[in-house]
């Protein structure tokens, strides 16, 4: 197994970890903060958008089953890469959309990335590409979210969409879903 590790933010951590946790090769995805001034922050401090952070999902993955890239095209398909600081009604710096980088590398892919994706956005892509500093993991209740809490209102109007319409999209990348 050729382990790698991206650090990704694209709106609610919760919606990410949903989608990344049924794909092939992905051996673990967790919740976290990155990006910020505050050391161990809590999802209060987060929220109230004072600490810089960012709401992002660190995805384990073996590389050869899914690459980088591959890991990053599955980003720009379940997020708007071109909304500052939002992701729908999710508004402020923490929904920011952002890839933390683990090496000179996944820099250059994830630039790359960004520059061959961009044709298929009206907008400007504003994702921003920054080296991990370090990376906090969100308290144990945002773990597994979606899995924990299907019925939970956001739950179920937000993130059971977003996964089924992934769903039907990728079968192909998927992992056994039928549950």
């Given at each position: 197994?050729?382990?790698?590790?991206?650090?990704?933010?694209?709106?609610?951590?919760?919606?990410?970890?949903?989608?990344?946790?049924?794909?092939?090769?992905?051996?673990?995805?967790?919740?976290?903060?990155?990006?910020?001034?505050?050391?161990?922050?809590?999802?209060?401090?987060?929220?109230?958008?004072?600490t810089g952070h960012a709401e992002v999902v660190q995805v384990e993955?073996?590389?050869?089953?899914?690459?980088?890239?591959?890991?990053?095209?599955?980003?720009?398909?379940?997020?708007?890469?071109?909304?500052?600081?939002?992701?729908?009604?999710?508004?402020?710096?923490?929904?920011?959309?952002?890839?933390?980088?683990?090496?000179?590398?996944?820099?250059?892919?994830?630039?790359?990335?960004?520059?061959?994706?961009?044709?298929?956005?009206?907008?400007?892509?504003?994702?921003?590409?920054a080296e991990l500093d370090v990376f906090y993991r969100a308290e144990?209740?945002?773990?597994?979210?979606?899995?924990?809490?299907?019925?939970?209102?956001?739950?179920?109007?937000?993130?059971?969409?977003?996964?089924?319409?992934?769903?039907?999209?990728?079968?192909?990348?998927?992992?056994?879903?039928?549950?």
């Open positions: 197994m050729s382990k790698e590790i991206a650090t990704l933010g694209g709106g609610c951590f919760w919606c990410l970890e949903a989608v990344y946790d049924d794909i092939k090769g992905v051996s673990s995805v967790v919740s976290g903060y990155s990006g910020g001034h505050v050391e161990n922050p809590t999802y209060q401090q987060v929220c109230g958008k004072q993955f073996d590389n050869d089953i899914i690459s980088f890239k591959d890991v990053l095209n599955v980003f720009f398909s379940i997020h708007d890469p071109t909304t500052l600081n939002r992701q729908g009604a999710d508004v402020g710096p923490q929904y920011r959309s952002v890839i933390f980088y683990h090496s000179p590398e996944q820099k250059r892919i994830a630039e790359e990335t960004i520059a061959e994706v961009q044709p298929q956005w009206s907008d400007p892509i504003v994702t921003e590409v144990e209740y945002h773990q597994n979210y979606f899995k924990n809490n299907p019925t939970q209102g956001y739950c179920r109007v937000v993130i059971a969409p977003k996964v089924a319409k992934f769903r039907k999209q990728n079968l192909d990348r998927l992992k056994q879903t039928a549950q």
